[in-house]
């Protein structure tokens, strides 16, 4: 028999993927692949290690608009530690529980089983189609406009926004959709990359194969601040420079936070 916090932290997240604003049939999966028995054991998972080894302090939740929404946060820690954390801050903490959608890279599906998998946890592939399909159902989506520029960057450049993409803005003027800034302090800290080895990336046909001090994550505390939500009008379809505009808006509110979370955080494990 399962340890008895085991148990209820288990039963903890059925009843709150059961609160959930989710659109499941008989069988229990929604449009795009979600099984809510898969999500439920996976974020158990993701669960004790954002209670238990990172020891996740998420701020700000109750920033979370009802309805439709992008996440939108900086990215790093070599792999997509950060992103987990993110999501199940949303499930266990947020009133009502709010799933996140992850816009996933599109080489992600080519690694063998993970693309069923990404499915059944309620990721997509990061398509515009996808992306407008989940945000007018009214679904929470995430996403990180650094990319692999973010996740993968060396220790060095720790802390320090990389160029972000434009497709985010574009999908949030298109579908009305507020946008939530998400800024994540301990992140960096759990994997300290020394370079990027990238005859071995280009051979396992990814986007980059970082070069790490530790093989499992280190225990750093993680900070997890929501900001209020940001509206924007105009044309999806304007020049670059124009959406840019607005998109360094979003950057510049989470650089702030994320300067202002460095300065509050008292050590990197505590």
């Known amino acids: 028999m399962a340890p008895r916090f085991l148990r209820e932290l288990n039963h903890e997240i059925r009843d709150r993927l059961a609160k ?7 069988y229990g ?9 898969v999500a439920r ?61 992850g816009m996933g890279e599109y080489w992600l599906p080519t690694l063998p089983f993970f693309n069923v998998f990404m499915a059944r946890v309620g ?17 929470a989506v995430i996403a990180f406009p650094e990319g692999v520029r973010g996740m993968n960057k060396p220790f060095r450049e720790r802390y320090k926004l990389q160029e972000f993409g434009n497709g985010f803005m574009r999908l949030a003027l298109q579908t009305n959709t507020p946008i939530v800034p998400v800024a994540v302090v301990g ?8 370079g ?43 020049e670059d420079e124009v959406i840019v505009k607005k998109v360094e808006q979003v950057k510049g509110r989470i650089h702030d936070m994320i300067q202002r979370g460095l300065r509050q955080r008292r050590s990197i494990f505590f």
């Open 123 to 139: 990721g997509v592939v990061g398509t515009p189609k996808n992306c407008i399909d989940i945000l007018e159902h009214g679904e």
């Open 196 to 238: 990027n080895f990238r005859p071995l990336a280009h051979l396992l046909s990814m986007p980059a194969f970082p070069i790490v001090l530790n093989f499992f994550p280190l225990p750093t505390r993680y900070h997890i601040y929501f900001g209020a939500p940001m509206e924007f009008r105009g044309n999806p379809n304007d």
């Open 187 to 194: 992140s960096e800290e759990q994997a300290p990359s020394l």
């Open 20 to 26: 959930a604003p989710l659109e499941l049939n008989s």
């Open 29 to 37: 999966y929604d449009p795009w692949g979600l099984n809510v028995d």
């Open 41 to 101: 054991r996976t974020m158990l998972t993701f669960a004790l290690f954002y209670k238990y080894y990172f020891r996740v302090k998420a701020y700000g939740l109750e920033n979370l608009p009802r309805g439709r929404m992008l996440v939108i946060a900086n990215h790093a820690g070599q792999i997509a530690i950060d992103a987990c954390m993110i999501g199940t801050a949303t499930v266990l903490e947020a009133d009502p529980p709010r799933p996140l959608r």
